[in-house]
């Protein structure tokens, strides 16, 4: 499924301007993500796995999933945070509103790891599922996010 923008947690965006003392590194920090149920309500003041886990899907076949290929590039302008698409696995059944990246690897996750930002996969409304597939996060041919020049 293609997902929709990212948006980040006011935590992390702070942390990535913040310059030399910056805690958020996207190409060289390790990320995972989580997928949550529609009793999720966003909040950009959520900084941590600990504000989240308890709207953590707990459908059978889910397992948390590292990310892979993550890059910053910048031409013309923009800057272009982006990542590989995670596969959940296949065949799976699986039904969630939010997929979240949070800082930090599955094998060492902790309610401490911050939290990066969300993605509505259905910002049609309703969750997005899959019933013994593929549950996939495609990410924009833009990229994950995107910071341009004024």
Do not use: C
Not at 56 to 68: C, N
């Amino acid at each position: 499924m293609a997902a929709g923008a990212v948006t980040l947690y006011n935590s992390a965006l702070l942390e990535n301007f913040k310059g030399a003392a910056s805690t958020q590194d996207w190409d060289t920090d390790s990320h995972y993500m989580i997928l949550l149920a529609n009793t999720y309500t966003p909040s950009g003041a959520h900084a941590t796995l600990a504000d989240v886990s308890a709207d953590e899907i707990g459908d059978v076949d889910y397992a948390r999933q590292d990310m892979t290929g993550e890059s910053v590039t910048g031409a013309a302008g923009t800057v272009t945070g982006d990542a590989s698409d995670v596969t959940f696995g296949n065949p799976v059944t699986i039904t969630a509103k939010y997929a979240v990246i949070v800082k930090g690897t599955v094998a060492t996750s902790a309610t401490t790891d911050a939290l990066v930002g969300y993605i509505d996969l259905n910002s049609s409304g309703g969750d997005a599922a899959s019933t013994n597939g593929a549950f996939t996060v495609q990410w924009s041919v833009n990229g994950l996010f995107q910071v341009t020049q004024a």
